[in-house]
Nanobody, 125 residues
Framework: QVQLVESGGGLVQAGGSLRLSCSVSARTFSTDTMAWFRQVPGKEREWVASLIGWLGGSPSYADAMEGRSTISKDIAKNTLYLHMNSLKPEDTAIYYC?????????????????WGQGTQVTVSS
């Protein structure tokens, strides 16, 4: 069983930066593709970025975050990161870390088997 724990959310002013972290309890094939999603109340969970392949790592980003975010990992720490900059009020959401044993650019929530509890990001104008 894989457990994911996010941290690093908070309140930031528009234009600011945040780095979210996702600690992975056990590195197994179940984490071959990892991703960040976000969700605001009343809306569907939205894909933000994903990293395909734990050892190599091929990143991909949603259009809304392209150029403003970087997904990365620290293999030694079993930790996935999402560094976001030039934040906008519309980036306000709960951000979730997700993992799956499937390999590929998976951008829908139902493609992931494991989820963290989420971390709140609030961007003030």
């Amino acid at each position: 069983q894989v457990q994911l724990v996010e941290s690093g959310g908070g309140l930031v002013q528009a234009g600011g930066s945040l780095r979210l972290s996702c600690s992975v309890s056990a590195r197994t094939f179940s984490t071959d593709t990892m991703a960040w999603f976000r969700q605001v109340p009343g809306k569907e969970r939205e894909w933000v970025a994903s990293l395909i392949g734990w050892l190599g790592g091929s990143p991909s980003y949603a259009d809304a975050m392209e150029g403003r975010s970087t997904i990365s990992k620290d293999i030694a720490k079993n930790t996935l990161y999402l560094h976001m900059n030039s934040l906008k009020p519309e980036d306000t959401a709960i951000y979730y870390c997700a993992a799956t044993s499937r390999v590929g650019q998976i951008t829908t929530p139902d493609g992931y088997d494991y989820w963290g509890q989420g971390t709140q990001v609030t961007v003030s104008s």
